[in-house]
């Protein structure tokens, strides 16, 4: 134990971490549901994502999703995105993939520290899902799209979209937003097939495909949560069978 830090030894320094990691975890409790509108083999489905964090809850950082890689996206490199504008909020108008809606706590409470969702007030604010134009430096990074997650009035996550260990994964960072804290629950609805932006782009494409199996057969859904306040994370995980 030569390694010192801060007059501890190194061994006792990740004794010490490990302890108070379990107490922030016990404040940081997002939970996750995954449902297909269709659990038909080798079929198209919409998904319904459905997040939830209860009040007094460290806030989150950032989000990462992932679908077993046997559901396809067959579309994925065809959807039509848009260039994002850096002189605006919300990036641009792409083909939209999905909707939702959030009910989350708002007022001068979120700001303080610590908290005090009390004076807060719950509003109700929508949400859309749409593509975006990768860079060239994100492409090479591997990533093979980006899907902006834009909720109304909060923040825009983008959400960076590649495949890792037979996954399709879908990570974003949340910026952080002072006047906005849990409790929350939130609804996203990736449709079966895609709509075109208000300006007409694309629209008609199919989205997720079911993987084809010839029986039953159950595959992983799962999403992984950081904390903005402190080190903890969360891992959520959850079966879903699809049939032949």
Same mark, same amino acid.
């Given at each position: ?36 509108? $269709?659990? %038909?083999?080798? =079929?198209?489905?919409? *998904?319904? *994502? ?5 009040? /007094?809850?460290?806030?989150? @950082? +950032? ?32 083909? &939209?993939?999905?909707?939702?809606? !959030?009910?989350?706590?708002? /007022? ?14 719950? &509003?109700?604010?929508? @949400? ?22 834009? !909720?109304?009035?909060? $923040?825009? *996550? ?21 006047? $906005?804290? #849990? ?6 609805? !990736?449709? %079966? ?5 208000? +300006? ?13 199996? =010839? %029986? ?7 999403? =992984? ?5 402190? #080190? ?9 069978? *699809? %049939?032949?």
């Amino acid at each position: 134990m030569r390694i010192m830090r801060n007059g501890l030894p190194a061994a006792l320094l990740v004794a010490v971490l490990a302890v108070a990691g379990g107490a922030w975890a016990g404040n940081f409790t997002p939970t996750i549901k995954f449902k297909l509108a $269709t659990t %038909k083999s080798n =079929k198209p489905t919409a *998904i319904k *994502i459905d997040v939830r964090q209860e009040r /007094g809850e460290e806030e989150l @950082a +950032t989000v990462e999703l992932r679908v077993p890689g046997a559901f396809k996206l067959p579309n994925l490199a065809k959807f039509e995105g848009c260039t994002p504008r850096p002189d605006v909020r919300i990036p641009c108008d792409g083909e &939209v993939l999905g909707e939702g809606l !959030i009910h989350i706590m708002v /007022g001068p409470g979120c700001a303080q520290a610590p908290q005090d969702a009390s004076r807060a007030t719950q &509003v109700e604010l929508p @949400a859309k899902l749409v593509v975006v134009e990768e860079t060239q430096d994100q492409r090479q990074a591997g990533t093979l799209a980006i899907w902006n997650l834009e !909720i109304t009035g909060v $923040t825009t *996550i983008p959400l960076s979209v590649g495949k890792s260990g037979g996954m399709w994964v879908m990570k974003g960072d949340i910026p952080a937003n002072p006047a $906005t804290c #849990p409790e929350f629950d939130f609804t996203l609805d !990736i449709f %079966k097939t895609s709509e075109a932006s208000v +300006t007409g782009v694309g629209g008609g494409r199919t989205i997720f495909v079911n993987p084809k199996v =010839k %029986k039953n057969t159950s595959y992983k859904f799962s999403a =992984k949560f950081w904390s903005l306040d402190s #080190p903890a994370t969360r891992t959520v995980s959850q079966k879903v069978t *699809i %049939k032949r």
